[in-house]
């Protein structure tokens, strides 16, 4: 009655969600008396037995160079023969991109109870109670999976990873792979920059920077705190970021350490895309923005003023300047 | 070609999230429903433009709750669509939920069946997958963009800072989220032809429920912002690395 954890990974390395869900899932495991497994279906050209840093025992991999594709329907098979090969009771996935593609699949396969959006370890006396978020953030539902087997996806960002010693054993799996029907015609992304749900710290641009011609001075904080970037809505309605920049509700949804909010008004809609963030610093010139209700800090100010300030002070505290 | 809208309500983006009876239900009292945004604004707006450009699509919606979602259901057919599935059951469960419309879908061989990438009060973003591992057919999943080229779909997929440019054969699951469609507004003729499309009623299959929510939280208030004067930027970037801990 196994824990297992599946590893995502992209261009040869394993994501830092999925360091995240394997830490989760060995502390799990060590709540339910129990062993902890990863699971990476592909290939990647991380150390394996590294991994063994996070709690887990053992490493499971099917090594076939097709998985290193999503396809969501080979992936559910795949992941469902594998939980049975390995005896797993309870499946965790990290709630991103690829885990929104499958988990859900996973679950409906071995008809297990599904809870997404996971925040904390499950409670375990007497029952198995899963707090996720719930509301785009504003609350919290506790719910109970009822079934034998159950699966879990973690929020990215809401788990501590803690990495001690320790390494795991491989396991070749021998599992029969279907043929994929989703073809990856092409991959475009962004080069260079720290992708905007992975990243610690974000630092987020609205309408109070005029126009795109003014990027530069948060382009220069977000290098300094080696951050992602990101605006409102507006912004990227008017063409002046891209759209994979958007966060807010019908953006992208992010959960970083910290989060600069620069020029942004802080209407709801965006609010429940960024009110997982740890810390909120916003800076804004209108005092009455509601933005400053939700953040931990806040200047009233111009950011062309206090950004390049704020960049110069990041530089003298990390001795770079 | 058939193709099938899921569709649910939702509370409006800005209403007060509350609960009742000792946490244990969300609190309706004052609650505007509108259809979930993913749902009506990408899915069902997608669904629509490519039945006008095929006039021979045939446009489903189905919705899986009780009486109370009808108007909702109804202001999604003023949109568009020929007519309308409602599960007559209500259900916290997502599998359960899937396996409901998986069950009507089975009979209507549907060949597209569009979901909205979440629901804005559970954010699950687990129908639709559930769906499609019932029916045994692909699923891509947070869709910006998607393409009909005869039977062929060509969708990008949202990963990790960037898209993925997927092709797929029909028949498949398709979750949306922005970057698919446009946001419509309901004309007059559209809100009066609703009144008179058909809105079928079904009961439920018997089907397991394998979650149940046990309570509700709020997390707690937020301490309050402090507020560093524009001229001492410096003492914010020492608030956030001595007291924050967060650079």
């Known amino acids: 009655m196994s824990v297992l954890i599946f590893i995502d990974h992209s261009e040869g390395h394993i994501k830092k969600s999925s360091f995240e869900a394997l830490t989760y899932g060995a502390d799990l495991a060590k709540q339910l008396g129990t062993s902890a497994e990863g699971l990476l279906l592909g290939t990647v050209n991380d150390d394996l037995a590294a991994l063994g840093k996070y709690g887990v025992t053992k490493i499971n991999q099917v090594n076939n160079e097709s998985l290193n594709n999503l396809d969501a329907q080979v992936y559910a098979k795949a992941i469902g023969e594998a939980a049975t090969q390995t005896g797993a009771k309870v499946i965790v996935f990290s709630h991103n991109q690829n885990g929104r593609a499958v988990a859900a699949r996973v679950g409906a396969r071995l008809k297990a109870g599904v809870v997404t959006g996971a925040v904390a370890l499950p409670k375990t006396d007497g029952g198995f109670v899963v707090k996720k978020s719930v509301f785009s953030a504003k609350a919290f539902a506790n719910v109970s999976i009822n079934s034998d087997i159950k699966v879990i996806s973690l929020n990215p960002n809401s788990y501590k990873i803690t990495a001690g010693e320790g390494s795991a054993a491989i396991n070749q799996l021998n599992i029969t792979v279907d043929a994929p029907k989703v073809k990856v015609v092409s991959v475009n992304k962004v080069k260079g920059e720290v992708p905007l749900t992975e990243a610690e710290i974000v630092v987020s641009g609205g309408r109070g920077f005029k126009g795109p011609e003014n990027w530069g001075i948060l382009e220069d904080l977000a290098k300094t705190l080696h951050a992602a970037t990101a605006c409102s809505r507006p912004v990227a309605d008017a063409h002046w970021r891209p759209h994979h920049e958007h966060v807010g509700q019908t953006g992208i949804q992010i959960a970083p350490n910290l989060y600069f909010a620069l020029g942004i008004s802080g209407a709801i809609q965006h609010l429940a895309g960024v009110n997982r963030s740890k810390v909120i610093v916003v800076v804004n010139k209108d005092p009455e923005a509601p933005f400053f209700k939700a953040a931990d800090y806040g200047i009233v100010g111009d950011v062309f003023e206090i950004v390049p300030k704020l960049t110069e002070e990041i530089k003298k505290l990390k001795g770079i300047a | ?247």
């Not at chain 2, 709750?65 to 599935?85: H, S, T, W, Y």
């Not at chain 2, 089975?106 to 559930?130: C, M, P, W």
């Not at chain 2, 559209?190 to 079928?200: E, N, S, Y």
């Not at chain 2, 439920?204 to 046990?214: G, I, K």
Request: net charge negative; aromatic share 6%.
């Open chain 2, 1 to 247: 070609m058939k193709i099938l809208v899921c569709i649910s309500k939702t509370p409006d983006t800005t209403s007060k999230i509350a609960f009742k009876d000792n946490n244990s239900k969300f609190d309706e009292a004052g609650v505007q429903w509108i259809i979930n945004p993913y749902d009506e604004w990408y899915a069902l707006v997608r669904a629509i433009e490519l039945k006008e450009k095929d006039a021979s699509a045939v446009l489903h919606l189905i919705t899986v709750g009780g009486a109370d979602v009808e108007p909702i259901i109804r202001k999604a057919l003023a949109l568009g669509g020929d007519e309308a599935i409602r599960v007559n059951a209500q259900s916290d469960d997502r599998y359960f939920i899937a396996a409901q419309i998986a069950e009507v879908a089975k009979q209507g061989g549907y060949d597209l069946i569009f979901t909205g990438k979440e629901t804005i009060d559970f954010n699950s973003s687990s129908v639709g997958g559930a769906v499609a591992e019932l029916l045994d057919m692909p699923y891509i999943s947070l869709a910006t963009k998607f393409e009909l080229n005869g039977t062929t779909a060509t969708v990008n997929r949202e990963i990790e800072g960037g898209e993925e440019v997927n092709e797929v054969s029909l028949p498949v699951v398709i979750s949306c989220q922005k970057g698919v469609a446009e946001q419509r507004i309901p004309n007059m003729r559209g809100i009066m032809a609703a009144r008179t499309k058909p809105l079928k009623v079904v009961e439920p299959a018997a089907v397991d429920q394998l979650t149940s929510v046990v309570s509700y939280e709020t997390p707690p208030p937020k301490a309050g912002v402090k507020l560093v004067p524009a001229d001492n930027v410096a003492e914010l970037v020492r608030l956030l690395h001595e007291e924050a801990k967060a650079i």
